[in-house]
């Protein structure tokens, strides 16, 4: 970075997106107007330096800059054909690009380079939405600026919009910013230090402004019923019906679910106003296009029958479904995309929290943080007036916007487990943390179960944030803590479709040296343990209703009878016969349940690390450190297995290839002949 510009642009980008009171995720843009060297003239070259589509201010960098020259984009004033076709101004912004790279230009470029100042920023905080979604905002910005800032009438971004701001400057000079009607604020600046002390001024006088000027309970009285369950109870409740909303929520689409009960949320949907407001929608672009138009409100108290809330959310989802349709059909003309599905974003549940949902957990938890933004600007303008979001029609045009549509197919093709949630047992080192490792490459949201639940931590943490893994406790011999797993992941990502029973250890005794304590200890763990996680996993994705797969990291030694292993090996087979047992089960669930058998996977194994390998060593008279190339020479490919090949075959079974296989053995042992299927 060299332009001086282009440092204090990012710079105060940064600043002004790590603080949620001035915009929310990936909403607003900022900019700033410079010369630069033209390096084909060697002039000087006069360029807009503005945030590109998609990017997040508080994240910014310079690669997230479009950069225009600013005589071409101006230019494009003499050519602009009319509201009517504004849209093809976008186009248009490509041929103003100065230099390669740089990130695409958004619809909100015109405003940019338009307005007469030299920094602009264009954000979307609570308190200016709330101002700008008042029924009377205009009078209200009046009033709690006076002439400093001004009001802009509701209009979609895009070109005029940038003209409608660059006349209203021009015609008030006095003024700092704007507020844009039903939107976000807009303020300026001749230096950039000036432009975000002028954002700043704007933001916290309207803070001030509502909170002094507004009524101590915009959203009513709290509805006897409604109000927060104890937290104890209420996250309980929340993890059992996270599968049935997800199941819900994915009718059309396979969606991500993140849970939020902070509250802000949880007051607003204590109150009598939540029917009246939830049914307006949100306003701001940014806000419907994450949430959809409405949520579904659950009308029922906190308090009400589990299965009377379950049976409740059926019927609502077919009406939220019907009245979409509705909606798309009202507005919707021969040009539209087609529908992109009718499930809601957001659900609503009094007295336990809420439910947002996307393709990734990230879109989730932004939606559920956008309609946080929502309830705030909704409190804001009922306390101070009604808020009046912009109209139903206006909410198609920009949900349904062709340059929205263009978006969309240019996103990335998803990945082949994105959407999915895994859960792995054992997951915090060796074959168990190879496999948690390769479903999250693959898109997955995965679920780091561990007896040690400090390791379990550690290992998500090396996968990636908690978008993409969490660590949880599991005891799998133990009832209760796996049910507790369980609804840890209902909560974090809104149910489980994919689950590995890989927990496991071993002790390699002759039968007269086995005790009756190393019998039950590797039954409990392993077979046990994996019926009871396959018992769990198979509840939740049956109230799902979305399929799903389950994986046994079984052995060669369930077919295979070697020496001194009476426990281990009895236990191996107990789990390849669950996984012929359950997959006749729960084929009609289109659950589909395999198994993998694995067989000298020595090197980063956490079985063969705690005492194992030193005794199948002895068994075979080799060095503990020759035990890999041991087995590997016993074998008919002469090869190692190593961690990542049983992980490997767990992608194979459930990345979307073989969706008609089940109650399958898939051999990961380089070719053991005594252990082939038969």
């Not at 109150?271 to 672009?285: D, F, M, N, V, W």
């Not at 297995?641 to 380089?670: C, I, K, W």
Request: with cysteine; net charge negative.
């Amino acid at each position: 970075m060299t332009n001086p510009v282009v440092s204090d642009l990012i710079a105060r980008s940064n600043r002004l997106g790590a603080d949620p009171r001035n915009t929310n995720y990936a909403g607003g843009n900022t900019s700033a107007k410079g010369t630069d060297t033209d390096p084909v003239t060697d002039r000087p070259v006069e360029l807009l330096w503005v945030k590109g589509s998609g990017g997040d201010l508080g994240t910014l960098t310079e690669p997230g800059l479009a950069v225009l020259r600013l005589d071409r984009l101006r230019s494009l004033v003499d050519v602009y054909p009319g509201v009517e076709r504004e849209d093809e101004m976008v186009a248009a912004f490509d041929f103003c690009l100065h230099g390669r790279g740089g990130a695409a230009p958004s619809i909100d470029t015109a405003m940019h380079g338009l307005v007469d100042a030299a920094h602009v920023d264009h954000l979307h905080p609570d308190s200016g939405i709330a101002l700008a979604t008042a029924a009377d905002g205009e009078a209200l910005t009046r009033e709690c600026f006076g002439d400093r800032v001004v009001w802009v009438p509701w209009r979609r971004p895009g070109f005029q919009l940038g003209l409608d701001i660059a006349a209203i400057k021009d015609k008030n000079p006095q003024a700092i910013g704007c507020v844009l009607g039903g939107h976000g604020i807009t303020a300026w600046g001749a230096t950039s230090e000036e432009a975000e002390a002028h954002s700043l001024e704007i933001i916290r006088t309207a803070e001030r402004f509502l909170a002094e000027r507004g009524k101590p309970e915009p959203f009513g009285a709290v509805v006897p019923g409604h109000e927060a369950l104890p937290e104890a109870e209420r996250r309980h409740r929340a993890a059992a019906l996270a599968p049935v909303v997800r199941g819900l929520a994915s009718t059309d689409r396979p969606q991500v679910g993140h849970f939020t009960d902070s509250d802000v949320v949880l007051d607003f949907l204590a109150r009598e106003e939540l029917p009246r407001l939830a049914a307006l929608g949100t306003s701001c672009p940014d806000h419907f296009l994450r949430t959809k138009v409405r949520p579904l409100v659950v009308d029922l108290p906190g308090t009400a029958p589990l299965e009377d809330v379950v049976a409740r959310l059926r019927e609502l989802h077919e009406e939220y479904r019907a009245e979409y349709a509705a909606y798309y059909e009202r507005h919707a003309t021969p040009d539209s995309p087609a529908i992109r599905g009718a499930d809601p974003a957001i659900v609503l549940v009094p007295g336990v929290g809420m439910f947002s949902f996307g393709a990734n957990k990230q879109t989730a938890r932004v939606a559920g943080e956008f309609y946080v933004n929502a309830i705030n600007v909704m409190r804001g303008a009922e306390s101070v007036s009604t808020y009046a979001p912009i109209d139903e029609s206006e909410k198609f045009r920009i949900e349904y916007w062709a340059l929205e549509e263009a978006k969309l197919q240019r996103m990335p093709k998803p990945k082949p487990l994105a959407s999915r949630v895994a859960l792995v047992t054992g997951a915090a080192s060796g074959i168990g943390k190879a496999i948690a490792e390769r479903l999250a490459a693959e898109g997955a949201c995965v679920v780091v179960a561990d007896l040690d639940p400090a390791k379990a931590t550690d290992a998500a943490a090396g996968i990636g944030g908690a978008d993409v893994a969490i660590g949880v406790a599991a005891d799998v011999s133990d009832a209760e803590a796996v049910a507790a797993a369980f609804r840890e992941a209902c909560l974090a990502f809104g149910g489980v479709d994919l689950v590995v029973n890989n927990a496991g250890l071993s002790i390699s005794k002759p039968l007269l040296e086995t005790t009756e304590q190393d019998w039950d200890l590797q039954h409990d763990v392993m077979a046990k343990g994996s019926f009871l996680v396959s018992r769990e996993a198979a509840r939740i994705m049956i109230e799902q209703g979305m399929g799903g797969d389950v994986v046994y990291i079984s052995s060669k030694n369930s077919l295979f009878a070697g020496p001194n292993n009476i426990a281990y090996g009895a236990t191996k087979a107990d789990q390849a016969h669950q996984v012929r047992l359950l997959a006749a089960e729960l084929g009609p669930h289109q659950i589909r349940v395999n198994g993998i058998n694995p067989d000298g996977v020595v090197r980063g194994s956490g079985i063969f690390a705690g005492g194992w390998g030193a005794s199948r060593a002895a068994v075979y008279g080799v060095k503990e450190e020759e035990l890999g190339e041991f087995y590997a020479q016993r074998t008919l490919l002469k090869r190692e297995v190593l961690p990542e090949h049983v992980a490997d075959a767990v992608f194979a079974l459930t990345g979307g290839e073989l969706t008609r296989t089940t109650g399958l053995h898939v051999p990961v042992d380089s070719g053991v002949a005594a252990a082939f299927l038969r």
